[in-house]
């Protein structure tokens, strides 16, 4: 099966960045969407952003639209998010995924249609 390992979590300040990088083997990257999830505290884990298997389509939740920026790294088998302006209302665990076979990036994607996970980390954003 596919392995994901994510690593960049941290604190950070309001208006701050962090950039999370999701590693992935078990699997040719270069062949599959892939996209980030992330959970908060009390909250159920929600749709983050998606790419495609060539890196040229992307799509992001309406609440990170501007201030995000996903990209991957094929010969790398690494895919990132890059966060700009963080907000409190950003802190979550944050999960790399991937779904068990092509899927499009034309929307967002329901936590359940994915098979790999990632064991996350952890953004904290404070004001």
């Known amino acids: 099966q596919v392995q994901l390992v994510e690593s960049g979590g941290g604190l950070v300040q309001a208006g701050g960045s962090l950039r999370l990088s999701c590693a992935a083997s078990?699997?040719?990257?270069?062949?599959?969407?892939m996209g980030w999830f992330r959970q908060a505290p009390g909250k159920e884990r929600e749709f983050v952003a998606a790419?495609?298997?060539?890196?040229?389509?992307?799509y992001y939740v309406d609440s990170v639209k501007g201030r995000f920026t996903i990209s991957r790294d094929n010969a790398k088998n690494t895919m990132y998010l890059q966060m700009n302006s963080l907000k409190p209302e950003d802190t979550a665990v944050y999960y790399c995924?991937?779904?068990?076979?092509?899927?499009?990036?034309?929307?967002?994607?329901?936590?359940?249609?994915?098979?790999?996970w990632g064991r996350g980390a952890l953004v904290t954003v404070s004001s």
């Open positions: 995924a991937a779904p068990p076979r092509w899927r499009p990036v034309a929307g967002t994607w329901a936590s359940d249609a994915m098979n790999y």
């Open positions: 078990g699997r040719t990257f270069s062949s599959y969407a």
């Open positions: 790419i495609s298997w060539s890196g040229d389509i992307t």
